[in-house]
């Protein structure tokens, strides 16, 4: 019940592009999902959460989808850049769980320019 | 605002040893979380810290072990290092105790011999 599954494992795209990845959780306690980014030899940075009250948050270039019902979220990535590419992890938190997060397993983005 | 700060960066140790890594959060946050990531098991959550006490630990065997420190700074220990401990070992802070927006230091490779 405490799995945050990610998909895909690995994503290439082209410069310019969409890219997706999806998470689904099974733990309906949760209450915050932020996406991380982690560049080779550096700790993963917050990108970007939501909180289940809102269906879509945007952030520049980066915007969360958030279905409640299905228990899913996805991390879209608008007009992606070479700069882009990194590990990218989603995550579920619940408040009464205090300090940890339950990642999901990463998606390797790259794009080609 | 300096960010979380781990050290060391690298280290080797042989099997049966022990290490202590340290982390000092970002001024003014009060909550300190570890976490260990692999390639095969991604991150998973070790423990987490605040005032002092353990708030909330991962499914880790107890080799594993923190504490911290009145300044808020963190160390974790692990004790009788088998092959598998080999890992990047990540500290996170947060302001707040059951927050789950975490800033990840850029971690401790540990390599186990």
């Known amino acids: 019940q405490q799995q945050v599954k990610q998909s895909p494992q690995s994503l290439i795209v082209q410069k310019g592009g969409i890219s997706i990845i999806n998470c689904a959780y099974e733990?309906?306690?949760?209450?915050?999902f932020p996406w991380y980014q982690q560049f080779p030899g550096k700790g993963p940075a917050l990108l970007i959460a939501?909180?289940?009250?809102?269906s879509e948050k945007k952030e520049g270039r980066f915007t969360i989808s958030f279905n409640k019902s299905a228990k899913q979220f996805s991390l879209h990535i608008m007009d992606s850049q070479p700069g882009d590419s990194a590990t990218y992890f989603c995550?579920?938190?619940?408040?009464?769980?205090?300090?940890?997060?339950?990642f999901g397993q990463g998606t390797t983005l790259q794009v080609k320019p | 605002k300096a960010g979380v700060t781990q050290t060391p960066r690298y280290l080797i140790k042989t099997r049966g040893q022990q290490v202590t890594l340290s982390c000092s959060p970002i001024?003014?946050?009060?909550?300190v979380s570890w976490y260990q990531q692999t390639p095969g098991q991604g991150l998973q959550f070790l423990f987490e810290?605040?005032?002092?006490?353990?708030?909330n630990k991962g499914n880790f065997p107890g080799r594993f072990s923190g504490r911290q420190f009145s300044n808020s700074r963190s160390e974790m220990n692990v004790s009788t290092l088998e092959l598998g401990d080999s890992a990047l070992y990540l500290c996170?802070?947060?302001?707040?105790?059951?927050?789950?927006?975490?800033?990840f230091g850029e971690g401790s490779r540990l390599t186990v011999l």
């Open positions: 995550a579920g938190h619940g408040s009464s769980n205090t300090g940890k997060l339950i």
């Open positions: 939501i909180r289940p009250d809102v």
């Open positions: 001024s003014g946050h009060r909550s």
């Open positions: 733990n309906t306690a949760f209450d915050y």
């Open positions: 810290y605040f005032s002092e006490t353990q708030r």
């Open positions: 996170a802070s947060s302001p707040n105790l059951n927050g789950g927006e975490l800033f």
